[in-house]
Every structure is written in structure tokens, then in C-alpha cells.
């Protein structure tokens, strides 16, 4: 074997090697704890300040006055997307996908001959 291919396998490995142990990385600090490593909250309890209060959330949240309520078991529409490549249907509620067309590209089903693909 050459010379020069062990010493290039050797400082290879060095490049590989050599900075993991120079450079130890930090331990992650837990989520929630301050710099001590304690939660944030026992930090400013210790030093005199307030512990923050989360804010308060509504129990319910109501429609703004002269906006009807949208109930779930009202009629389903759909709202087409349309390009000169495809055709996308979408129901108004959950957004669920009902068709997708693309018109360009003709069917090769033997039912559907001529007419565009339906992957959807």
C-alpha cells in the first residue's frame, strides 16, 4: 500500500474524530427551565418578582353580533378551482377534497375514452 493513501485514510479519520472531542457540545437546557435549570417560575419567586400569571381563556366563544352561527348539520357545498391544466373540488365543510380533474390529459379507461383523468 502507498504512503500517501494511509496517511490520507489517517487524516480522514482525524477530521472525523478529533472534532467531536474537542468541542463538547452543551446539554439542552429542559423546556420550561431558566438558566439554573430550574423552572422560570421558582427563579422569580427566589429573587423577589412574581411568579407570571398565565392569561385567562374564555370558556366559550360566540359569534360577533349579526354573524349567524354556521351548524354543522347545514347543507355541504362545494367551491371549484379551476386553471386551463385542472379542476378541483372542495366541499365547505372540513375543506375535504371531492374531485381532481386535469383536463389536459385524456382518460385511459376504456368507459371513459376521450373524456379527462379523474384522480379523484
Do not use: C, H, N, W
Not at 485514510?9 to 477530521?15: K, P, R
Not at 407570571?52 to 349567524?68: D, F, K, L, M, N
Amino acid at each position: 500500500m502507498d504512503r500517501r493513501v494511509f496517511l490520507a485514510i489517517v487524516l480522514m479519520m482525524a477530521v472525523a474524530i478529533l472534532p467531536s472531542m474537542l468541542f463538547k457540545s452543551k446539554k439542552p437546557i429542559p423546556r420550561g427551565a431558566g438558566r439554573q435549570g430550574r423552572p422560570v417560575a421558582e427563579q422569580l419567586v427566589d429573587s423577589g418578582r412574581p411568579a407570571p400569571v398565565p392569561p385567562a381563556r374564555p370558556e366559550t366563544i360566540s359569534p360577533p353580533s349579526g354573524i349567524a352561527a354556521v351548524s354543522p348539520s347545514g347543507p355541504e357545498d362545494t367551491v371549484t378551482v379551476t386553471s386551463p391544466l385542472y379542476r378541483y373540488r372542495f366541499s365547505t365543510r372540513g375543506g375535504r377534497l371531492i374531485e381532481a380533474t386535469l383536463l389536459k390529459y385524456p382518460s385511459m379507461r376504456p368507459d371513459e375514452k376521450g373524456q379527462p383523468t379523474q384522480i379523484v
